[in-house]
């Protein structure tokens, strides 16, 4: 039995769909109060997409399990009967009022994932994690899995928080854990288009003025699924790997996203000092509560910076081809123009 975290977000929701077009047999962990309908939306993405006459069958047969990461019985009484472990949960905000709450989460929430998949004998293991926790320069060296992570200013809370949860899972390895650990880039794919890295192409389709001249890496959400299965089924533990398909800059990307979804694309360049006056005045703004606006000090100014990211350890280990960004735009903006 395979334990599924962050089911009912945009990542876990695709890991969950895929492991069961797989054959695979899954629980779901849910909270409470979470809602269903990013899962529901995906859910039934994928069994259109991939024309699954079962769907209604598979649905019905679904095993949530309502626990929350933080709550140890709840998630104790989830672990019963697991073998395999997926944990993409995990709270994404740029937000320094989320920095307490984000920490707790992603930190604390891992540690009693591993120290659960430890006390349950748990097979295998693997920890989603991203490439904001892998180490960073401005130098324009290529990023890669030995990049050693130095604490400063580009780090953002994210990034720590999940540099913190992946110092946990290393810890239960020591321990005797079977894990792998994957670094996404930025995540595109079908989900919910008014939260997430996806809101992206709501925004350029309802107009977005503004791009900027940052560079960074980006995956198609299906390779990550993909990637993660295969790690698991040949046992290959013991290591990270970074998932990105391609480093391109911001501008291509609003661009093509523009171009696939028929609009005009984003015609301002914010130079670096627009992009610190811009902050300053939402911070204002929100402060206000005039609008909740999602622009923070660590989001612009990470629009600003130029990653480039090396793929090669997971192609080599896997013989892995990603799917080419430009693809994934086009799909992901098909899909979008049917749900309008």
């Not at 107009?207 to 001249?213: I, L």
């Not at 902050?279 to 000090?297: D, E, Q």
């Amino acid at each position: 039995m395979i334990l599924v975290t962050g089911s009912t977000g945009f990542l876990g929701a695709h890991m969950a769909c895929y492991l069961i077009l797989q054959g695979k047999k899954i629980k779901l962990i849910r909270r409470s109060t979470a809602s269903l309908a990013e899962f529901n939306k995906i859910f039934n993405y994928y069994f259109k997409h991939f024309k699954i006459d079962a769907k209604n069958a598979l649905f019905e047969s679904l095993n949530w399990v309502e626990a929350d990461i933080l709550n140890l019985p709840q998630l104790q009484e989830a672990f019963i009967g697991v073998t395999e472990v997926y944990h993409c949960a995990a709270m994404v905000s740029f937000a320094q009022a989320d920095k307490t709450k984000m920490d707790k989460t992603n930190v604390e929430g891992t540690a009693n994932m591993v120290n659960l998949a430890l006390i349950n004998k748990v097979e295998k293991f693997c920890y989603i994690s991203s490439i904001a926790a892998i180490g960073r320069s401005l130098n324009g060296t290529t990023i890669n899995e030995n990049c050693k992570w130095e604490n400063g200013k580009l780090n953002s809370n994210y990034a720590i928080s999940k540099y913190k949860a992946e110092m946990e899972v290393w810890r239960a390895k020591e321990e005797g854990l079977n894990v792998c650990i994957v670094n996404p880039g930025v995540i595109l794919g079908y989900g919910d288009f008014t939260k997430g890295s996806v809101v992206l192409f709501n925004s350029i389709y309802k107009g977005m003025p503004f791009y900027t001249n940052g560079v960074n890496g980006y995956i198609d959400v299906q390779d990550i699924t993909k990637v993660c299965l295969q790690l698991m089924e040949q046992n290959i533990f013991g290591e990270r790997y970074i998932l990105v398909s391609e480093s391109i800059s911001i501008k291509s990307l609003f661009f093509n996203i523009a171009k696939y979804l028929e609009v005009k694309p984003p015609k301002i360049a914010v130079t670096p000092f627009l992009s610190e006056v811009a902050w300053r005045v939402f911070a204002i703004v929100r402060f206000l509560k005039l609008s909740t606006f999602s622009l923070t000090k660590e989001t612009a100014r990470a629009s600003q910076k130029q990653f480039y990211y090396d793929n090669n350890k997971i192609i080599k280990t896997l013989n892995f081809k990603f799917k080419p960004v430009e693809q994934t735009i086009k799909e992901v903006c098909n899909a979008f123009l049917v749900d309008l």
